[in-house]
DNA sequence: GAAAGTACATACAAAATTGTAGGATACTAA
DNA sequence: TTAGTATCCTACAATTTTGTATGTACTTTC
């Protein structure tokens, strides 16, 4: 990142800093997937009721509407077992791995962080 | 956020104590914080009427409300000229500029990200 | 003396997000 | 026959977030 700007226009740079940030943002914000890719980053691939189980709190409903949104960017792969009853597994895609560092430094903000108040 | 009295909120409390990204994207989600937060970070000291024109698009309400939030949480200073007219500035506080790192990798990932779709 | 600039505040409304309740499927075990 | 399991779906309701419109205090400029 730049710095001190003493002009009042804005340069490419920082709109487009903004703009990868904002974009970031648009993809991960919510309530939800954050904590489903951090759990997806850590232990690989998970079933549905096993996220359902770690993320205290979401109901089925979320769960599904988050997971689909999170393949449609690409971020999860879904892994259906054609067996009764159904398994499903669901693991990070490349594009999702690729977040690793983000959710890394977000979770040792967070922990630094979360007493401190 | 939700009332207290709800379920979720407990469930979120449990979130927050227990995970780092939870309580960092409690901190972080919305569309704005992490722009106001960007801009901030590049430009060290921006006054109210320079953050609104940077942030494309946000009302003035929103752009009160999102600080006054960034200053509870202690991610800003406001420091106010005692002048007429007016003259408010805003930057990071400590606490804020040591988000830095993820600011930055967002932004990385977003410019990488951001046209492939 | 009317307009314009600053940094907000307030009431209200729209939109987005999240939650609740119930059901569907399709096989399997009792 | 009945109940159980895992994954997901749909209608609808509550909650949270964001936006719109308007106002305020004060002073300089036209």
Redesign the pocket.
Known sequence: MRKTASTNTINKEQLEANCGIAYTNSILS???KLSILAFLLDEKKL???ELRNRLT??????L??K??ELQADDLIN?I?HPE?????EYELSKKGKSLESILIEMSKWGTKNATKK
């Open positions: 919510g309530r939800w079933r549905y009721s709190g979401i109901s089925e409903r979320m599904i509407v997971l689909k879904r259906s009764v009853p159904p398994r499903v």
